[in-house]
């Protein structure tokens, strides 16, 4: 029997056209993220914008250009839908996993990571390092998209993935709990292998262009910089969090 080939836009996750947004939405598919046309007043588009808020699903305004680069059908009808891969889980799903196997927890916070090859090359490490959780934001952030799956090479499989609308918030929540938050920071205060990852620690990890927020880098209880012994003084933020999770692995070994 001939196997059915699946369309580029069906095999990436990419739902196009406001019938099949619309009924997506009613199926309840995990939806990711939806981008609308700007200035785009059609009442169907309004009422899948409400329909998707009221599932608690991010909703992006996006301009023309924007949507015709990202549409495979070249018949978007003004919105675009992103499928999830599974489900998001809870920050407190995380956290009782680690309790659940008696370990100090070890968490991953993506601090707006827009690039969904650098977020499943950091789930996968997570998932390899045996972290028991990543964290992203709700917005200014790649999801759970099938790109961000076949980077991580089956790692969301493994890995819970939360997502928050406000990080400084989380983070201070987490020390609260007596986690210590680490912060990744080419000026950072402590040296790497000066860091005690031993206890509970979330190692944050800022964004591709402009490393953490403002904010959230004053959420963290410290400041790490990793060595640089060349002439460039950054890394791609997958490599940076790899350095950090298995120098933890490492303490605790």
């Given at each position: 029997m001939?196997?059915?080939?699946?369309?580029?836009?069906?095999a990436?996750?990419?739902i196009?056209g406001?019938n099949?947004?619309?009924?997506?939405?009613?199926?309840?598919?995990?939806?990711d993220?939806?981008y609308?046309?700007?200035?785009?007043?059609?009442?169907?588009?309004g009422?899948?914008?409400?329909?998707?808020?009221a599932?608690?699903?991010?909703?992006?305004?996006?301009d023309?250009r924007?949507?015709?680069?990202?549409?495979?059908?070249h018949?978007?009808q003004?919105?675009?839908?992103?499928s999830?891969?599974?489900?998001?889980?809870?920050v407190?799903?995380?956290?009782?996993?680690?309790?659940a196997?008696g370990?100090?927890?070890?968490l991953?916070?993506?601090?707006?990571?827009s690039?969904p090859?650098?977020l499943?090359?950091v789930?996968?490490?997570?998932?390899?390092?045996g972290?028991h959780?990543?964290?992203?934001?709700?917005?200014?952030?790649?999801?759970?998209?099938?790109?961000?799956?076949?980077?991580?090479?089956g790692?969301?499989?493994h890995?819970p993935v939360?997502?928050?609308?406000?990080?400084?918030?989380?983070l201070?929540?987490?020390?609260d709990?007596?986690?210590?938050?680490?912060?990744?920071?080419?000026?950072?205060?402590t040296?790497?292998?000066?860091?005690?990852?031993?206890?509970?620690?979330?190692?944050?990890?800022?964004?591709?262009?402009?490393?953490?927020?403002?904010?959230?880098?004053?959420?963290?209880?410290?400041l790490?910089?990793?060595?640089?012994r060349?002439k460039?003084?950054?890394l791609?933020?997958?490599?940076?969090a790899a350095?950090?999770?298995?120098?933890?692995?490492r303490q605790?070994?």
């Open positions: 001939e196997e059915r080939r699946i369309p580029a836009s069906e990436d996750g990419i196009e406001r099949a947004v619309m009924e997506a939405l009613r199926a309840g598919t995990a939806i993220k939806i609308l046309q700007k200035g785009e007043t059609d009442k169907t588009l009422h899948i914008a409400s329909k998707a808020r599932a608690g699903t991010v909703v992006v305004e996006a023309r924007k949507l015709d680069a990202m549409s495979r059908t018949a978007h003004g919105v675009i839908a992103l999830a891969v599974r489900e998001y889980a809870t407190e799903d995380i956290l009782r996993a680690a309790e196997k370990e100090a927890p070890l991953v916070v993506c601090d707006e990571l690039d090859h650098n499943g090359a789930i996968r490490t997570a998932e390899c390092a972290a959780g990543v964290i992203i934001p709700k917005r200014r952030s790649a999801g759970l998209t099938a790109v961000v799956a076949k980077t991580s090479a790692a969301v499989a890995v939360a997502r928050v609308p406000n990080l400084p918030a989380l201070r929540e987490l020390k709990r007596g986690i210590w938050v680490f912060g990744t920071a080419a000026d950072g205060a040296s790497l292998y000066d860091a005690d990852l031993k206890g509970p620690a979330a190692i944050v990890i800022g964004s591709e262009g402009g490393g953490m927020g403002r904010l959230v880098a004053e959420s963290c209880d410290f790490v910089s990793i060595p640089m060349g460039l003084n950054s791609n933020a997958s490599a940076a350095i950090l999770l298995y120098e933890a692995v605790r070994l």
